[in-house]
């Protein structure tokens, strides 16, 4: 997950601490880093999800000339989420990065260009917001079928998809491999 495990240049998907400022009234949560005044970067982009439990969303990538970063925050519920890496020319390549969220976990996730995205609800239901670097782009939009994660153990056999999901197929040579 680390940038420094990564051979060549290619960063992958990472979870960063939100600013919490919390109150008698209750609490206010940027989406930006802890560590910084800023956002990881600025979006075109944003949509919400609702979902119920068992559904799985994804896998989707964005592989346009200049592919977006997402950011990701669970605003209800928890969610398994999970990033695989697309860039050809990376090492790790197919690798499979995991991430435990959760509306008390005080955590966003940047989602790197060329990382396919997906998440698992294992609450009653969620919410979950996403923040696009471009705006969306139907005709570039790839994906990984679900169905790899059931063979790795790693989500639900009875996990709910949509029809569209469960028939990605645009990687199929690709060799997932999981790192925690
Ligand atoms: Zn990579």
């Known amino acids: 997950m680390k940038s420094s495990r990564n051979q060549s240049s290619c960063q992958h998907s990472q979870l960063y601490r939100v600013q ?9 949560q940027t989406m930006r880093d802890s560590r910084s005044s800023e956002l990881p970067f600025l979006f075109k982009d944003f949509y919400s999800a609702y979902s119920l439990s068992g559904v799985f969303r994804g896998l989707h990538v964005q ?15 928890s969610i398994t989420a999970f990033s695989v890496c697309l860039n050809s020319r990376c090492l790790l390549m197919g690798e499979v990065s995991i991430f435990d969220m959760g509306e008390t976990i005080h955590q966003s996730l940047v989602v790197s260009p060329r990382q396919a995205f997906g998440y698992y609800v294992n609450s009653n239901s969620s919410q979950v917001l996403v923040g696009i670097e ?15 994660l059931i063979k790795l153990g ?24 999981i790192i925690r």
Do not use: Q, T
């Open 134 to 148: 471009e705006s969306y782009m139907p005709h570039f939009e790839m994906g990984i079928n679900p169905m790899l």
């Open 63 to 77: 592989m346009s000339e200049n592919p977006p970063k997402k950011l990701v925050r669970v605003l209800k519920g």
């Open 154 to 177: 790693l989500i639900p056999a009875d996990m709910k998809a949509s029809d569209k999901d469960l028939n990605l197929n645009n990687f199929p040579n690709l060799i997932l491999r």
């Open 20 to 28: 919490d400022h919390s109150d008698e009234r209750g609490l206010l």
